[in-house]
């Protein structure tokens, strides 16, 4: 079965500090695809990024970057100097496919002025 | 840039009463899902819909619910005897399927279901 543990429930850090977000993954299978969403108060939920597991590179757009380790089952999201609109609920999330995704329980990140 | 929409964005209904929730996925994809939130947790899968046959269901997904595409464009979810429980957040996602696998799911705004 496919499990993913977002093990921090909620981050409270002052702007312009660098926050990481864990994302630790279980899964049987070879081939599998990571993704993270931002979920702002609004409530929809806003595609970040997709990883599949041959691609091991870290990822850096912007001020977000990723960093996929398979030898820890982790797919870490770092953000360098927040700012307060990064202020949301983010979700690492898991399929093997075109298939159903599995999402972690969530990371509430609040940014403060 | 495409989108996928969802109607309504809030409702509001009472208990045992049956509530359609609609979905348009953008019009190329191919695969079609439902997930809810409810208040606070993570989001959970309901369903999958390919090639107009469910291709995975949760266990959440008893014989309350119900999905059709009736047409060419729309996407919906039945509950027929809503509960408390189902007070929550519904999503609705599409992806390509095209691409292989792996292809991003693009979500709807949510319809907010409130059961009283």
């Known amino acids: 079965a496919q499990k993913v543990t977002q093990a921090q429930t909620e981050i409270s850090v002052v702007e312009k500090e660098d926050v990481t977000l864990d994302c630790v993954y279980e899964t049987r299978d070879t081939t599998y695809y990571l993704f993270w969403y931002k979920q702002p108060p609004s409530g929809e939920l806003v595609f970040l990024i997709r990883r599949n597991s041959f691609d091991e590179q870290n990822e850096i757009s912007g001020r977000y970057s990723w960093n996929f380790q398979k030898s820890t089952s982790s797919f870490n999201f770092t953000i360098t100097a927040s700012q307060v609109v990064d202020s949301a609920v983010y979700f690492c999330a898991l399929t093997r496919g075109a298939q159903k995704l599995v999402f972690g329980q969530g990371t509430r990140l609040t940014i403060n002025p | 840039e495409p989108e996928v929409t969802q109607t309504p964005s809030h409702q509001v209904t009472q208990m045992g009463q049956e509530v359609i929730l609609r979905c348009v996925p953008i019009s190329n994809h191919l695969y079609f899902y439902w997930y809810r939130q409810i208040l606070g947790q993570k989001v959970e899968f309901l369903v999958s819909f390919y090639n107009n046959e469910i291709s995975e269901k949760s266990e959440i997904f008893d014989d309350q619910f119900s999905v059709e595409r009736p047409d060419g464009s729309n996407f919906t979810l039945k509950i027929r005897s809503t509960k408390l429980e189902d007070s929550a957040m519904y999503f609705c996602?599409?992806?390509?399927?095209?691409?292989?696998?792996?292809?991003?799911?693009?979500f709807g705004p949510g319809t907010r279901l409130t059961v009283t």
């Open positions: 996602a599409s992806s390509e399927g095209t691409t292989g696998r792996g292809d991003e799911q693009y």
